[in-house]
Nanobody, 124 residues
Framework: QVQLVEYGGGSVQAGGSLRLSCAASGSTFSTYSMAWFRQFQGKEREGVAL???????RHADSVKGRFTVSRDNAKNILYLQMNNLKPEDTAMYYC??????????????????WGQGTRVTVSS
């Protein structure tokens, strides 16, 4: 089992940057595939980016070229570097874990563990 805590959210102007972090408990972080999701107010959660235990990544089309997912297995931390933020990126951001080394889906229903979320607000 793994527990996840996100941090790094906040308010930023359009064009700015934020780096989200997700700290994971447990010694098996390196064996999990990890992902970031976001949820707009009144909408369902959508996938933003994932990284499997081998370091392979996938980013949603809406964030390609602006967001980058990475992980530090020595520190048990997942990151999401967000550049050139837009007002439409305003959402609650969540990290999630899948107990598989390789995983390529950004469907939220397929993830096993979730953090509580961190809010990102981008003003124009």
């Amino acid at each position: 089992q793994v527990q996840l805590v996100e941090y790094g959210g906040g308010s930023v102007q359009a064009g700015g940057s934020l780096r989200l972090s997700c700290a994971a408990s447990g010694s098996t972080f390196s064996t999990y595939s990890m992902a970031w999701f976001r949820q707009f107010q009144g909408k369902e959660r959508e996938g933003v980016a994932l990284i499997d235990s081998y370091g392979s990544t996938r980013h949603a089309d809406s964030v390609k070229g602006r967001f980058t997912v990475s992980r530090d297995n020595a520190k048990n931390i997942l990151y999401l570097q967000m550049n050139n933020l837009k007002p439409e990126d305003t959402a609650m951001y969540y990290c999630a874990a899948k107990s598989r080394r390789w995983f390529g889906s950004l469907s939220p229903n397929e993830y096993d563990y979730w953090g509580q979320g961190t809010r990102v607000t981008v003003s124009s």
